[in-house]
């Protein structure tokens, strides 16, 4: 038997087992705070959005767990994501686009820290194709804050009163701190 | 074309400024196309080749002989295309490329021949089409049929340029012999470049390494490639012009003076020499080098923001001093030159002045006027531009660009910053936007604050890191300068990208003067530049955006709007593309959140997929109208116009109502839209009358009232409105109503005709062909088939699309029911086979199956439920025929065969024959089989007759089936 071939089949298997261990979630639905006073400190919220040209298969996130969006959350057009997840770090792994194309990231640009007892915005996943023949799209995690409030107001109205929203994506923000001092100072 | 003297072009000029014109100048002949474009002369000078956009939406390349007066059309280009440039080959070809509308831009540009008529010969058929990939490199037009031709080579990824020596037909057939290769050869040139006046040679590489972009060059009669300089995030310019000596080159450099100037420059030694020319106070921005000389020619610079060119030769100073003595306003570009046959093609142009193109015969000291940019504007008069200058608290003098209206000043000042900031500039040009706002009474002030480029290393430097500081200051500085000179009672603040940060930092560092901003396309948080990408964060990006914001660290919340919310006292209209890459909506969206944090007044039009910025015509038109609706709304200022104007005026209020309403370029806001409708339709708009009457046609926003929408449906009809009055005939039409009225269908319809609506054509074809309401007239109905049929013929040559059921069932019903005799019979017979194509005189019909079909027994799908010529008389039962063709003509499977099929019933009684249904069906000869069925919709009270009839498209009979239905044969 050939090396290449060994090596190959191990490869798969941890590649199986990897894909096998992920928990398929999917973003809530319901307007209430299901993060239990016992678990305060140990589970936040993940908000994220993906604006997509054409519906993905999956998304992967690794970390304190493995994550993986299906379809059914990555929809064409743009999509909100709200998940009660583990505090810890995180990195977005992978896009599968279609049964052929995979996206890979794993690095430090799509890393982010999920603070306990908050609900984090991570970013916008931007995926859209950037020419005529261009079968795979340009990724990139883009920091609509305003736009993920608006929606958290629209939608989960219960839930943001319950918790304080923070920029938990790339670089640093004071958006969420800005509305937050303002909005105190209108309601003294 | 006319021939004008020079001196009959100075008076045509003072005609022209001093006729008493229009008023309001509608906004779509501002911002559109420009009517002619991209003239180029032939290598002899004798020919003029140009760009005509033609009133159908199509356009033309043209050809122009100055010395006969006469124009031929070249090409015809569909809108679908947008030609992108062409060159000479010689005189008798050019080279053109183009490119499809809906492309991408990363697409691969089309490219093609055209080969100019010979004498005797049309221009028809003279395309061809360059399947090849490659460019040309340079057309050598003073060589016959010979160009030069660059292609990649390289395998995969590989890039490995090739260039080749080509005639039209070697490019065409794909012949690249290698003993047409020239052997220039340069290691990873990613581009050569041909200097055909010194025969020089250019390439340029990358160095990855080093990060440096390098120019080399190869002179002629030498083999090795010099290095000419390197390029490494220079923070000067340095642009060669022209080899003017032994290794020596002409450039234009700000490296060693603050201004960019002409010196001589030597490769070898990578040193300047010789300073040739420099401005006192702007940078140079092109120069030209004589040929037989080898000196500077000229030199051209931004001279109170207008182009203005230094000429050194007498020659040039000739021909320049022939175009400017027009009007010393005016600014001259020279687009095309041929100095060997001493012919010019020149585009003089002001901001009030769209531009008129002209050719310049040396040889005869003649002038002609070839085109102009925009004519329909001829007959307004645009605002001129003034400058202003001020000195800074640095001791840098500021310009601003004054455009004051010519009449109607509602005594308004817009303060109009421009974007970037950094290496960017306002231009006296002529800018739609600019004479729209003028026309509707505003002024409008721009600036050219420090930073802007054309002033100098140090003036643009004085910029960075000045945003909400110095560039508001020296806004500030250039805005005192105006009110000094004249009274302004209201101001607002308007600008896009840089300038609707700075649109909105001007209201907020004095919000007294500032009654309203206007932000577009903006940036109002400034740290958010630092992060608003995860590929934003990177320490090169941080890098590139503090060279021009500053740094994160010294950012305040001074500096940025969403940090001053509380401050802004004017109402704000924000303008915002979600498809914005450079700003971003969340820039706008974060504005917006804390204005409504704060409850200030604040409109948005965030629109959908547009960027940074409108890109096309109409998107520029109604985000134009809305700023005007927007202006005179907060500022109180009077709508009243003169009659003239008030057609205008609804038309934008109509624009702004299919905004809200259809055009799902902003979040449909229907209320809005009909409220927008309502007003343009109180000032007699017809389109806006239409809506008014549809929505009391359905009882949307406004009372169900039949009555009353007729009544807006005729207004909008009498006021040439083409769809209304198709409405209104089609409601005569109504075979159920009681006001059922041919005649006034006829005349409706032909009413719609001739205002323009072209779907009621074939209705009038029917009208006039059948004498349905009017009279039979064989001349009309077949004009109007004629008609009909250019409507669905996309080009020539093209085929036809048949869609459209309307389309092919009226054509079967003119062709078996018009009682046309003799010529007509055969003209009409005529239209349809140049149309459909000609009649098989053995073409046939054979019946494979016939009788009752539908769902029944054991099975659920449809089917035959029996072969019989007796039908139960029973609502639902379809009678259904199954057939296929019969030919002795030879012919492929892509070949079409149309036939009619006729359908009808027929009682007792005579009277009582209806045909259901006509179809223009086509028969492709190797599919088998076809079928056409009916279904009985109502109980008939007698023995009923339903017959199936084929026919050939001349109306001769090809085969019937009749069907008996009746009670009896009920089960």
């Given at each position: ?8 089949v ?5 590649l ?11 973003t ?10 016992a ?7 993940l908000l ?5 040209s ?69 970013g916008?996943?931007?995926a859209h ?26 939608k ?29 100072k209108?309601?003294? | ?12 000029g ?7 014109l ?6 779509e ?25 033609m ?10 002989e100055p ?20 060159d000479?080959i ?5 080279y053109?490329?183009f ?9 691969d540009?089309?490219?093609?021949f ?19 990939s490659g ?20 395998a995969?990824?590989?890039?490995d ?52 972009l ?5 002179r002629?009669?030498?083999e ?10 220079n923070?000067?310019r ?7 000596g032994q ?6 450099t ?16 990578q ?15 092109a ?7 080898g ?5 051209s610079?931004f ?18 001093i ?6 010393a ?5 020279l ?5 060997e046959?001493d012919?010019?093609?020149?585009l ?36 001129p531009?003034?400058t ?6 640095l ?9 004051r209206?010519v ?27 600019i004479q729209?706002?003028?026309?509707r009474?505003f ?5 050219n604050f ?16 000045q ?8 806004i ?5 300068t ?6 302004y009672?209201?101001a ?12 909105t930092?001007?209201?907020?560092k ?19 530049l ?12 941080r ?12 950012l ?11 401050k ?5 209209l924000?303008i ?5 890459d ?13 204005l409504?944090?704060?409850d200030k007044?604040?409109?948005t ?12 015509f109409?998107?520029?038109?109604h985000?134009n109208?809305y700023i ?5 709304k ?23 109502g ?5 055009d ?13 409708y ?25 009372e ?22 198709f409405v209104?005939?089609?409601?005569y039409?109504s ?6 009225d041919?005649?006034a ?12 609506y072209?779907?009621a ?11 349905i309401g ?7 109905c ?18 036809i699309n ?5 389309r ?8 078996m ?7 007509a019979?055969q ?6 086979t ?7 005189p ?6 494979s199956?016939?009788g ?15 072969q ?10 379809q ?8 030919s ?6 892509q ?7 006729r ?5 007792a009684?005579?009277?009582d ?6 179809k223009?069906k086509?028969?492709q000869?190797?599919r ?12 008939k009270n ?8 084929f026919?050939?498209l ?15 044969h009920?089960?």
């Amino acid at each position: 038997m050939k090396k290449s071939f060994i090596r190959t089949v191990i490869f798969l298997f941890i590649l199986a087992s990897i894909v096998g261990c992920a928990q398929t979630v999917t973003t809530l639905t319901e307007d209430s705070d299901i993060i239990e006073p016992a678990k305060i400190s140990d589970t936040g919220y993940l908000l994220m959005a993906i604006d997509t040209s054409s519906t993905l298969q999956e998304l992967h996130i690794s970390g304190e767990a493995s994550l993986k969006l299906t379809s059914k959350d990555l929809r064409q057009g743009t999509n909100y994501i709200l998940l009660n997840v583990e505090a810890g770090n995180y990195t977005l792994d992978k896009i599968v686009i279609s049964n052929f194309r995979v996206a890979e990231f794993n690095n430090e640009y799509w890393s982010f820290r999920i603070k306990p007892g908050a609900i984090n915005y991570i970013g916008e996943v931007y995926a859209h194709n950037v020419g005529w023949f261009d079968k795979t799209p340009r990724f990139e995690l883009v920091n609509n804050a305003s736009m993920a409030l608006e929606f958290m107001e629209d939608k989960f109205q219960n839930i943001l009163q319950s918790r304080k929203i923070i920029y938990a994506g790339p670089g640093e923000d004071n958006f969420f701190s800005l509305v937050d001092n303002v909005s105190k100072k209108a309601s003294q | 074309m006319r021939i004008i003297n020079r001196t009959g072009m100075f008076f045509l000029g003072l005609f022209f400024s001093h006729q008493l014109l229009a008023n309001l100048i509608p906004i779509e002949k501002l911002f559109q196309a420009p009517e002619v474009a991209l003239y180029t002369l032939s290598p002899d000078g004798q020919q003029v080749a140009y760009y005509q956009l033609m009133p159908q939406g199509h356009s033309e390349l043209r050809l122009f002989e100055p010395s006969t007066d006469v124009t031929t059309k070249l090409l015809h280009v569909d809108s679908s295309f947008v030609l992108k440039s062409y060159d000479w080959i010689d005189n008798d070809t050019i080279y053109l490329t183009f490119r499809e509308e809906t492309a991408k831009r990363t697409g691969d540009l089309m490219k093609g021949f055209v080969s100019l008529p010979k004498q005797g010969n049309t221009a028809d058929n003279n395309f061809k089409y360059i399947a090849a990939s490659g460019l040309l490199l340079n057309s050598l037009p003073d060589q016959t049929d010979r160009f030069l031709f660059m292609r990649d080579e390289g395998a995969g990824d590989n890039i490995d340029l090739k260039i080749y020596t080509l005639t039209t037909d070697d490019l065409l057939n794909q012949r690249f012999a290698k003993n047409n290769r020239l052997k220039l050869h340069l290691d990873d040139a990613l581009h050569y470049y041909f200097d055909r006046q010194t025969e020089t040679w250019f390439a340029v590489t990358f160095s990855e390494k080093k990060g440096e972009l390098l120019l080399h060059y190869l002179r002629k009669g030498t083999e090795n490639w010099q290095k000419f300089y390197a390029w490494r995030d220079n923070d000067y310019r340095f642009e060669p012009v022209a080899l003017i000596g032994q290794d020596k080159f002409l450039v234009l450099t700000n490296k060693e003076t603050d201004l960019v100037a002409a010196y001589e420059f030597f490769p070898a030694t990578q040193t300047l020499g010789k300073l040739l020319y420099e401005h006192e106070k702007y940078d140079l921005q092109a120069a030209t080098v004589s040929p037989e000389t080898g000196k500077l020619s000229s030199v051209s610079y931004f001279r109170n923001s207008r182009l203005h060119t230094e000429y050194f030769s007498e020659k040039n100073h000739k021909k320049s001093i022939s175009i400017e003595h027009f009007d010393a306003e005016k600014q001259v570009y020279l687009v095309a030159a041929n100095e060997e046959t001493d012919r010019y093609i020149y585009l003089v142009t002001a901001s009030n002045f769209p531009g008129v193109y002209y050719y310049v015969d040396g040889t005869t000291d003649t002038t002609l006027k070839l085109g102009s940019v925009l004519p329909d504007l001829e007959k307004y008069r645009l605002a001129p531009t003034e400058t202003l200058h001020s000195t800074n608290d640095l001791g840098f003098e500021v310009e601003g660009l004054l455009t004051r209206p010519v009449n109607n000043s509602n005594q308004t000042l817009l303060v109009m910053p421009h974007g970037g900031p950094i290496g960017v500039r306002d231009y006296d040009h002529f800018d739609p936007q600019i004479q729209y706002l003028a026309n509707r009474g505003f002024s409008i002030l721009r600036v050219n604050f420090t930073g802007s480029s054309g002033f100098g290393k140090n003036f643009l430097g004085q910029g960075k890191g000045q945003f909400g500081r110095q560039i508001e200051k020296d806004i500030g500085l250039i805005v005192e300068t105006a009110r000094q000179k004249y009274s302004y009672q209201k101001a607002c603040s308007i600008g896009s990208s840089y300038g609707g940060y700075s649109a909105t930092m001007l209201a907020i560092k004095d919000p007294e003067f500032y009654q309203c901003i206007i932000a577009m396309y903006g940036i109002y948080d400034l740290p958010l530049l630092f992060n608003s990408s995860n590929y934003k964060v990177t320490e090169s990006y941080r890098e590139s955006i503090t060279e021009i914001v500053g740094s994160d660290a010294a950012l305040t919340q001074e500096d940025s709007p969403i940090y001053l919310v509380d401050k802004i006292k004017a109402p704000l209209l924000l303008i915002a593309g979600y498809a914005d890459d450079i700003s971003g909506i969340e820039q706008s969206n974060r504005l917006k959140y804390m204005l409504n944090l704060y409850d200030k007044n604040v409109d948005t039009m965030f629109y959908y997929g547009v960027g940074h910025g409108q890109r096309t015509f109409y998107g520029e038109q109604h985000q134009n109208v809305y700023i005007s609706e927007f202006l005179h709304k907060h500022l109180n200022l009077s709508s009243e116009k003169a009659n003239a104007d008030v057609a205008i005026i609804a038309n934008e209020l109509a624009i702004l109502g299919d905004v809200f309403t259809f055009d799902r370029v902003v979040k449909k806001d229907s209320v809005r839209g009909f409220n927008y409708y309502k007003k343009s339709s109180e000032l007699g708009h017809p389109r806006a009358n239409f809506n008014i009457g549809v929505y009391h046609e359905q009882g949307i926003h406004l009372e169900k009232d039949l009555a009353k929408a007729q009544e807006y449906y005729q207004i909008a009809s009498e006021n040439g409105y083409g769809k209304a009055s198709f409405v209104l005939a089609n409601r005569y039409k109504s075979s159920d109503s009681a006001e059922s009225d041919l005649a006034a269908v006829a005349n409706y319809m032909e009413l719609a005709v001739e205002q323009g609506y072209d779907e009621a054509i074939l209705h009038l074809a029917e009208a006039k062909c059948l004498g349905i309401g009017t009279t039979q007239n064989s001349q009309e109905c077949l004009s109007l088939l004629e008609k009909d049929m250019d409507l669905t013929t996309r080009l020539p040559n093209q085929p036809i699309n048949l869609s459209g059921t309307f389309r092919l069932k009226t054509t079967a019903k003119i062709i078996m029911e018009n009682k046309f005799n003799g010529l007509a019979q055969q003209e009409i017979t005529n239209f349809v086979t140049n149309r459909y194509g000609a009649i098989d005189p053995t073409f046939a019909i054979k019946v494979s199956n016939y009788g009752l079909y539908g769902k029944g027994g054991w099975s659920s799908r449809e089917r035959y439920l029996e072969q019989t010529y007796q039908i139960p008389n029973k609502v639902g039962s379809q009678i259904r025929v199954s057939y296929g063709f019969e030919s002795n003509l030879q012919t492929g499977p892509q070949q079409f065969w149309y036939y009619i099929i006729r359908w009808s019933y027929k009682g007792a009684s005579e009277k009582d024959y209806n045909v259901l249904s006509y179809k223009i069906k086509s028969a492709q000869y190797h599919r088998i089989i076809r079928s056409t069925s009916i279904e009985i919709t109502e109980l008939k009270n007698e023995d009923t007759e339903y017959k199936v009839e084929f026919f050939q498209l001349d109306g001769t009979f090809l085969k019937a089936l009749s069907f008996n239905v009746s009670d009896k044969h009920n089960p």
